[in-house]
């Protein structure tokens, strides 16, 4: 399951799993979960984020939340707080 949400002209692109690079589709954000271990990338123009876990931490990443804020002017701001 995903969905989509348009804020100030941004399209993010929600989903669990993160798809394959060739899946990624057009989108400006893709923020996804299932991993468990905080994301900034971009890979084929798409920026690709993950908050990472609060409580099940992975891959030796230690547990993390993050703020997401999307201005009017479409800047993107993310940061990753780690607990």
């Known amino acids: 399951m995903e969905e989509l949400l348009e804020r100030h002209g941004v399209t993010c692109r929600l989903i669990h799993i993160p798809p394959r690079p060739t ?27 993950n908050p990472g876990s609060i409580g099940k931490a992975n891959k030796g990443a230690p547990p993390s939340y993050a703020w997401l804020h999307l201005g009017t002017d479409q800047q993107v701001e993310w940061r990753i707080v780690r607990v």
């Not at 990624?24 to 690709?48: A, C, K, Q, S, Y």
Request: no cysteine.
């Open 23 to 49: 899946k990624l589709g057009t989108t400006r954000l893709l923020l996804h979960g299932h991993t468990h271990v905080p994301r900034d990338e971009v890979v084929e123009g798409v920026r690709i984020l």
